[in-house]
């Protein structure tokens, strides 16, 4: 039997190199392996098993694509071996890493929205977002949701679903997002996640650390603090507790900052720790598009962000939602400081100007955390559609 693996993975390596069928090398074994015929539906999915751990365990650079295109002619043989073909599990799991998962990813004011879309519509697929604050469906000039027009140009998910009053968890978003991509991925080959919201991306590639459950002490004690002194406190307890999360978390939200602490507490290990090993495998591909831009242009982009949200009516927007503003959801950049203008504690100058400086707070953390990370493809904000399809057209199939 060892020399029968040999040799497949001799003749699958052959076969990469100088593109022979492997149907072709099938029918040879046949002749070889006395008792194996192609007519015969158990021989040949004994054969498309083996294929399939061979290349998984031997690491040999046979694409998927190639290979399974010759295992479904192969299986076409007898319709029992086909329908075999379509309902085993283990070839599903296979199939499934056919599918390619665009992440679109960016400091807040880049132009994600806008190249998501024109991909999206480039492959004839559909848009899965990753932006937390969009979720809200009362929060729509504030989070910069995709327009009326922009959400009709291509099929968008997680996009104004929930109200601010609702409790909605990045778990469950985990968990409300694969199974979305499931079954989106039956239609399409490829999918198009997009948003700025970093948990919230790693969430679907990667998944969430398997966290204890929040500690009801902990959380009474942190809001506690929280009520009495105010939000610098728990932000500079994170600080002292973990240097390195304290750089990327939004530090606004104080949600956040109770889950960091009240992990720190329980585990005794920094929440960077308890977040740092990847625990779910993912059954598709993942392929991450950054745009990047200078850090002068982009500050640019967000201050004259800012002053098309006021002129399109986050005043009034921020008003109407006045009454809800000590919920999770307003703990949000554009909404924190006008209510404060409402308060009588700021102008609404100042109020507009803490805006922009917060968004562009925002904006450092996120590139912070983006440059610690090594499975990003940057492309040019002033090219980026050009380059993205560039970079795909080797990687996914067109």
Known sequence: ????????????????????????????????????????????????????????????????????????????????????????????????????????????????????IEIAKHFDTEII??????????????????????????????IGNLSVEDYYSIGQYEKDSLQKIAELFKRHDVLVLVGGSMMYEKAVIEGLNDLPEANEENQ???????????????????????????????????????????????TGKTYTENISSQLKKRDFKVIRIGIEAPRETIYERINQRVDKMMEDGLLDEAKNLFQYKNLVPLQTVGYTELFKYFDGIWTLDFAIEEIKKNS??????????????????????????????????NNVKM
């Not at 809200?136 to 099929?155: H, Y």
């Open 1 to 116: 039997m060892g020399g029968f693996f040999r040799s497949w993975k001799f003749y699958a390596f052959f076969a990469n190199r100088s593109r022979f069928s492997l149907q072709s090398f099938l029918r040879r074994r046949s002749r070889r392996k006395k008792g194996f015929s192609l007519q015969n539906h158990k021989g040949v999915w004994t054969i498309t098993l083996k294929i399939i751990r061979l290349v998984s365990q031997s690491g040999l650079k046979i694409k998927f694509i190639f290979l399974l295109e010759k295992i479904c002619a192969i299986s076409k043989i007898c319709e029992k071996t086909s329908k075999a073909f379509r309902k085993n599990k283990k070839i599903q799991v296979i199939c499934n890493e056919m599918k390619t998962l665009l992440s679109i990813i960016g400091t807040t004011g880049i132009g994600k929205t806008k190249l998501a």
């Open 129 to 158: 977002s990753c932006d937390s604050r969009q979720f809200f469906r009362e929060m729509k000039i504030g989070t910069a949701t995709p327009s009326s027009e922009e959400l009709a140009e291509v099929p968008h998910h997680f």
């Open 220 to 266: 009474r004690k942190l809001e506690k603090i929280f009520n009495e002194e105010g939000i610098e406190t728990l932000q500079n307890m994170l600080k002292e507790l973990d240097s390195e999360y304290y750089q990327t978390v939004d530090r606004d939200n104080p949600r956040r900052l109770f889950r960091a602490i009240d992990i720190i507490w329980q």
């Open 360 to 393: 562009r707070r925002f904006a450092k953390r996120q590139l912070t955390w983006y440059r610690k990370e090594e499975s990003i493809n940057w492309v040019n904000f002033e090219n980026s559609l050009q380059e993205s399809l560039s970079l795909l057209q």
